[in-house]
């Protein structure tokens, strides 16, 4: 229920996204980045080098699960390539947030330990972004790669400090150009 609940105000906050300024290619786009966070992606461009990527998504493991949401604004500079239209690179900061659950049941049957420990809570930090797009021009498509590293500054013992893992590859639908 909670994940639907997540969910739905994602998709009532992106909902609630406007503007007509054009950027690299497209204005708006929504899709989803495989990776992690395997997450719904929205990116909206106020000017032809400044975009914001807005992004929400699970991660989970054996023993345990978060749900992470996040905002990146980004700069765009276009990549000179011979007969290539709209393909940039980009870099970006912006922050995140984690609601996690953690729960070592896992470890203490696989190292035959006899406690148990559950935990909850939420997490906060900052990120950077670096990646590459490409909108194709016949297609209402957008795909790019991406790496996102980042400090969490506050979050569970094993997730605190640097985070290299986040980042992915991504389909956008373009919404409008």
Known sequence: MNRLIHLYLTIVFIACLSGSVAGQGYESAVGIRFGYPTAVTYKKH?????????FAGFVSSHYWSSFDAGLIIQFHYPIEVAN???LNWYWGLGGRV???NYNDRFYRYYYYRYWDQEDKGTGFGIMGN???QYTFDDLPLNVSIDWMPGFMIHGIY???GFTGSYGGV???YVLSR
């Not at 106020?46 to 807005?54: I, M, N, P, R, Y």
């Open 170 to 172: 991504t389909a956008r």
């Open 158 to 160: 094993y997730h605190r």
């Open 84 to 86: 290539v239209d709209n």
């Open 130 to 132: 670096v990646g590459a």
């Open 98 to 100: 984690s609601f996690w």
């Open 46 to 54: 106020f000017s032809e080098k400044t975009a914001v990527d807005l």
